[in-house]
């Protein structure tokens, strides 16, 4: 069972920076993809970045030039910077892994229990 410990978030006014940092445990099996999702209230969740094993990174069109996703493989580590916050960024940010599973042939996803980001003045 893999577990994601999320960490990071909170208060910080428009235009401020926040880094967001995810620990994963008790993974048996390699972390191909790991990534942020962010859920605010009245949406649904939704992509931030994603990044895989090998470095490469997918970004939500609103994040692009804001925030950047990088991973600590040997740290089983995935942050996000954030920078040039804005009010619209105010929600619940989600860690995701996507564990392989090389004796089941199966890719399982697994969550974090989520951090708030508040942008306010």
């Known amino acids: 069972q893999v577990q994601l410990v999320e960490s990071g978030g909170g208060l910080v006014q428009p235009g401020g920076s926040l880094r967001l940092s995810c620990a994963a445990s008790?993974?048996?099996?390699?972390?191909?993809?790991m990534g942020w999702y962010r859920q605010a209230p009245g949406n649904q969740r939704e992509l931030v970045a994603t990044?895989?094993?090998?470095?490469?990174?997918n970004y939500a069109d609103s994040m692009k030039g804001r925030f950047t996703i990088s991973r600590d493989n040997a740290k089983n580590t995935v942050y996000l910077q954030m920078n040039s916050l804005k009010p619209e960024d105010t929600a619940v940010y989600y860690c995701?892994?996507?564990?392989?599973?090389?004796?089941?042939?199966?890719?399982?996803?697994?969550w974090g229990q989520g951090t708030q980001v508040t942008v306010s003045s």
């Open positions: 008790g993974s048996r099996f390699s972390i191909n993809v």
């Open positions: 995701n892994a996507k564990v392989w599973n090389v004796l089941l042939s199966k890719d399982n996803n697994y």
């Open positions: 990044i895989t094993r090998g470095g490469s990174t």
